[in-house]
T-cell receptor, first 111, second 116 residues
Framework: DQQVKQNSPSLSVQEGRISILNCDYTNSMFDYFLWYKKYPAEGPTFLISISSIKDKNEDGRFTVFLNKSAKHLSLHIVPSQPGDSAVYFCAARPGAQKLVFGQGTRLTINP | DTGVSQNPRHKITKRGQNVTFRCDPISEHNRLYWYRQTLGQGPEFLTYFQNEAQLEKSRLLSDRFSAERPKGSFSTLEIQRTEQGDSAMYLC??????????????FGPGTRLTVT
């Protein structure tokens, strides 16, 4: 059972525009959500997180929004830059130490 | 702080052979995690240590898999009698208990296993 889903395998955005990556989850017990970024041949790198008691967290060009009623999470990148091209994973913590990851979305920023 | 390191980076083995991977976490991190990632999927949790104690194991971790963290520092993951289905990227991550972002796990570059 896929508790965290990223339904878009890929996304292409023009440089300077907004990138919006989406994530849906099914487990109401998730208490923390994280976004990771992964370049080829490297491990995932932590990007930004949000507690389940909040609905927004912002860090520079990155903002994460949480809609608990819809069980939906999104990551906004503004403005998008070529270095943002990577695979982005949504992850959630089910009240235990492990993380449950989505399948990933490959973001390509076009010049 | 050199980050999480994993060795080897690549391993090719024949079906039925045993393999062992090593993970060195960030030095002050007391939590260590193993994940497995297959093509087109996100990382899947395998097991987790707090210091030297293995506190949780996924049902994905069959009897052929064993993980240790003998002195609460580095960890090893051994796969016995490898099968082609074991081919994957094996990721190690570490985190610190009580830090300001206690849920933030730092990942190593992974060990890519290919079973022929």
């Amino acid at each position: 059972d896929q508790q965290v889903k990223q339904n878009s395998p890929s996304l292409s955005v023009q440089e300077g525009r907004i990138s919006i990556l989406n994530c849906d989850y099914t487990n109401s017990m998730f208490d923390y959500f994280l976004w990771y970024k992964k370049y080829p041949a490297e491990g995932p790198t932590f990007l930004i997180s949000i507690s389940s008691i909040k609905d927004k967290n912002e860090d520079g060009r990155f903002t994460v929004f949480l809609n608990k009623s819809a069980k939906h999470l999104s990551l906004h990148i503004v403005p998008s830059q070529p270095g943002d091209s990577a695979v982005y994973f949504c992850a959630a913590r089910p009240g235990a130490q492990k993380l449950v990851f989505g399948q990933g979305t490959r973001l390509t920023i076009n010049p | 702080d050199t980050g999480v390191s994993q060795n080897p980076r690549h391993k090719i083995t024949k079906r039925g052979q045993n393999v062992t991977f090593r993970c060195d976490p960030i030095s002050e991190h007391n939590r260590l995690y193993w994940y497995r990632q297959t093509l087109g999927q996100g990382p899947e949790f395998l097991t987790y240590f707090q210091n030297e104690a293995q506190l949780e194991k996924s049902r994905l971790l069959s009897d052929r898999f064993s993980a240790e963290r003998p002195k609460g520092s580095f960890s090893t993951l051994e796969i016995q009698r490898t099968e082609q289905g074991d081919s994957a990227m094996y990721l190690c991550a570490s985190s610190i208990d009580g830090g300001w972002a206690p849920y933030e796990q730092y990942f190593g570059p992974g060990t890519r296993l290919t079973v022929t």
